[in-house]
């Protein structure tokens, strides 16, 4: 899996004449870009070399029982145990897309709920947000693919990479206690 099959459920949907392939397509990437943060993050943490694939499932219990991971929490987390930033990789751009995002995650959220959006949204203008969303996220996969050998959407991030990661804070997640700490720490 990779950035161009994993957003080709988009596109098809974007390529209906479906009323709500607007909605339907916004939806499905921002679900898409938190899951490629999501994997990004639990990539790292399983680098440390305290563990092994017999802690893959308690690695995934300390994750799932976390109520309060979302989208910030990851690029926190990532921030917080990756030797650069996410935004030191992704570069100039960052500020003004994370802004975007943000500002799409608002909308979902009034869209979760069944309410309207105060920009009266278009389905124009929620395809130009699918645009951006698909430009972070393979702009995310591409610096990510250099950086760490791992995009975000290749299925099992619990593998050991070909590639050297250095870490830093590796004590902030050096045992399974340790890691729960460090998703009370950056969960919002």
């Known amino acids: 899996m990779d950035f161009k099959h994993e957003f080709g459920t988009v596109d098809l949907i974007l390529n209906t004449d479906f009323e709500t392939r607007g909605v339907d397509a916004f939806i499905l990437s921002l679900i898409k870009i938190e899951k490629q943060l999501r994997r990004i993050f ?38 917080k145990i990756s030797n650069s930033t996410i ?8 500020e003004e897309d994370l802004v975007s995002l943000n500002k799409y995650k608002n909308y979902r959220n009034k869209i979760f709920h069944g ?4 920009e009266k949204l278009s389905r124009k203008d ?33 593998h050991k990479s070909t590639k050297t990661i250095i870490l830093k ?13 460090l998703l009370n720490e950056i969960s919002r």
Not at 87 to 94: P, R, W
């Open 42 to 79: 639990t990539h790292l943490v399983y680098q440390h070399s305290s563990y092994s694939t017999k802690d893959i499932n308690e690695l995934k219990s300390a994750l799932e029982t976390n109520k309060r991971m979302y989208f910030d929490s990851f690029i926190l987390g990532i921030n």
């Open 87 to 94: 935004k030191d990789l992704y570069g100039e751009a960052y």
């Open 115 to 118: 309410q309207l959006t105060s």
């Open 126 to 158: 929620l395809i130009e947000c699918v645009d951006d969303m698909k430009k972070w996220s393979e702009r995310v996969a591409h610096v990510f693919t250099i950086n760490i050998n791992y995009d975000g959407f290749k299925r099992n991030s619990y």
């Open 169 to 181: 804070n590796m004590s902030d997640f050096e045992s399974i206690e340790a890691y729960k700490n």
